[in-house]
Nanobody, 126 residues
Framework: QVQLVESGGGLVQAGGSLRLSCAGSGRTLGSVFMGWFRQAPGKEREFVAVISRSGSVTYSADSVKGRFTISRDNAKNTVYLQMNSLKPEDTAVYYC???????????????????WGQGTQVTVSS
């Protein structure tokens, strides 16, 4: 069983920073990618960033490149998302996700990911 629990969300002003954490349990280390998606009210869930099992490969959405950094600490079974220079359009519920080895969909597609956390709210005010 894989369980993912996000934390670190909150309310910040534009230009501020937050660090999200995703603590995993179960067979999370067997995944190819773990990372983050977000969903704003009235919008579909969208890709934010993912990281490979070793941490050597990362992908991030164009909208967050240069501002968000994904990392992981396998000893702690935790994935992080450092969010800097936050913008109001970053406001969303952020979900941690983990795929299965040999996932058939692209890394940026939600349907690739078999396991999801409960989400943590990030609100960025002007």
């Amino acid at each position: 069983q894989v369980q993912l629990v996000e934390s670190g969300g909150g309310l910040v002003q534009a230009g501020g920073s937050l660090r999200l954490s995703c603590a995993g349990s179960g067979r999370t280390l067997g995944s190819v990618f773990m990372g983050w998606f977000r969903q704003a009210p009235g919008k579909e869930r969208e890709f934010v960033a993912v990281i490979s099992r070793s941490g050597s490969v990362t992908y991030s959405a164009d909208s967050v490149k240069g501002r968000f950094t994904i990392s992981r600490d396998n000893a702690k079974n935790t994935v992080y998302l450092q969010m800097n220079s936050l913008k109001p359009e970053d406001t969303a519920v952020y979900y941690c996700a983990a795929d299965r080895a040999g996932g058939s969909s692209s890394y940026n597609q939600p349907q690739r990911y078999a396991y999801w956390g409960q989400g943590t709210q990030v609100t960025v005010s002007s």
